[in-house]
């Protein structure tokens, strides 16, 4: 093979190579994508099963700020913005909030299996997803997901805690992408998905006893 | 010096081998697809397993005997609106447009004193075809699917008519074959007397979807069975 056919072959290799890798990691992306909106999915509908028990069998967390899992390394003021997300949710001056009775007993138990069954998943998925985090770019090296649920009929100031009510438990998570960034396909480094499961009159918001749909 | 007969061969061989990636990732993303639908599939049929759980028989205190809720009878739920609800939480809580479901609700006729299912069940009730959309392509063939979800309810419940039948021995101790829904179990000396409800309902509903992307066109089918939580021991 003359010299100048094997510089024009090493030439083709070196232009195929990095649209191969890009392929490849792209591949890993969307792969990496799928996996964890699978997930979601049944991460929300555990919770959604869960939400029937009247006394699910798990350790009742002193608070929904038990619900914190930070990425290792990452600033204190980013672990506090994730605290944020459920302060704000038990906060009656804040608009985020929910209402007294809303997370119960019962309810934390039911996160706590939930964030379980998270963690078991992947022990490097961090929760939950911080609220206005200035440098998203390190912020999402790791995937961050956040459990909760919705009451639709609930309003702060008029909570029945003995009605009867139908939760819809979703899982919001933010995954990071890495050839779709490089390529500047996506506005953010990371894409956002949200699964959701309905569990139908799954019980009151009394905080002494929860009832369940017969 | 490559002659034109080579660079016409390493074109060539370029367009297959296009071509072939191509058809994998197209391949792929049609794997995914269809599972994801049927992943929404089982999201759905566990919503409703979880979902709207109202009896759907009744106690006739004039005869003393449980019935199947009928339309005409004073109740505050019938056949048709436990159904309805089904579809109205269906309706609710479906991805898209191209949704629809099929659903049907049968009996076990059960003897009340063994529990044992006393009839070879045949599907009579009615079958209500859900569309959720104009864009339910799946639902187009309304009488072939539901001629399909008979079936389904059939072969289910031939299955448990032949397990109940086969593995009930008559012994008094012995729980084997009795899949009815228990009343009560209580000893009256030394004797062990049984009740069951003589029905036994089961839900059956097939949810289609389509799935319709470029370049990948294709109906999602799967069938599900449910036994309203209130029978189950």
């Not at chain 1, 990071?176 to 499961?197: D, G, H, M, R």
Request: hydrophobic fraction near 40%; proline fraction near 5%; glycine fraction near 4%.
């Amino acid at each position: 093979m003359p010299g100048s056919q094997s510089g024009v072959s090493i030439l083709g290799l070196a232009i195929v190579l990095p649209f191969v890798l890009l392929l490849v990691l792209a591949g890993y992306d969307l792969l990496h994508v799928y996996q964890v909106r699978v997930f979601a999915q049944e991460v929300s509908l555990l919770t959604a099963k869960l939400s029937h028990s009247a006394s699910p069998d798990a350790d009742i967390p002193s608070s929904a700020e038990f619900f914190v899992n930070p990425t290792p390394g990452e600033e204190e003021s980013v672990t506090q913005r994730r605290r944020d997300y459920w302060v704000e949710r038990t906060s009656p001056e804040n608009e985020e909030y929910r209402g007294v009775p809303y997370y119960t007993d019962k309810e934390l138990q039911v996160l706590n299996l939930g964030y379980g069954y998270l963690s078991s998943f992947s022990s490097k998925i961090s929760f939950p997803i911080p609220n206005r985090v200035v440098d998203e770019r390190r912020l999402y090296k790791r995937t961050n997901c956040t459990i909760d649920f919705t009451i639709k009929e609930i309003l702060a100031a008029s909570i029945e805690t003995n009605h009867n009510y139908s939760r819809l438990v979703y899982v919001e998570c933010h995954v990071p992408l890495l050839v779709f960034e490089i390529l500047n396909f996506v506005e953010k480094p990371y894409i956002e998905l949200t699964q959701s499961a309905f569990a139908f009159e799954s019980g009151d918001l009394n905080p002494s006893s929860s009832v369940v749909a017969p | 010096m490559r002659t034109d007969n080579e660079e016409g061969i390493i074109y060539l061989e370029l367009m297959i081998g296009l071509i072939l990636v191509l058809a994998v990732v197209l391949g792929v993303a049609q794997l995914y697809l269809i599972s994801w639908h049927r992943l929404q599939h089982e999201v759905i049929a566990t919503e409703i397993l979880m979902g709207p759980q109202e009896g759907s028989i009744y106690f006739d205190e004039v005869n003393n005997t449980f019935k199947k809720l009928d339309s005409s009878e004073r109740s505050p739920v019938t056949p048709d609106s436990y159904l309805a609800q089904m579809a109205k939480l269906f309706r609710s809580r479906k991805p898209d447009e191209s949704y629809a479901m099929i659903i049907g609700l049968e009996y076990l006729l059960i003897d009340p004193e063994t529990g044992v299912v006393v009839e070879n069940p045949s599907p009579e009730s009615s079958v209500y075809i859900i569309e959720s959309g104009l864009e339910a392509r799946c639902s187009s063939d309304g009488p072939e699917l539901e001629n399909t979800i008979r079936n389904f309810a059939a072969s289910k419940l031939q299955v448990a008519y032949d397990y109940s039948n086969t593995n009930y021995s008559g012994q008094v101790s012995s729980d084997a074959g009795r899949v009815g829904s228990k009343l009560y179990d209580v000893y009256i000396g030394e004797q062990r007397v049984r009740k069951y409800i003589n029905l036994f309902p089961v839900v059956f509903f097939r949810i289609c979807s389509t799935v319709d992307q470029k370049f990948i066109r294709s109906d999602v089918t799967t069938n599900h069975f449910i036994i309203p939580r209130i029978h189950l021991k």
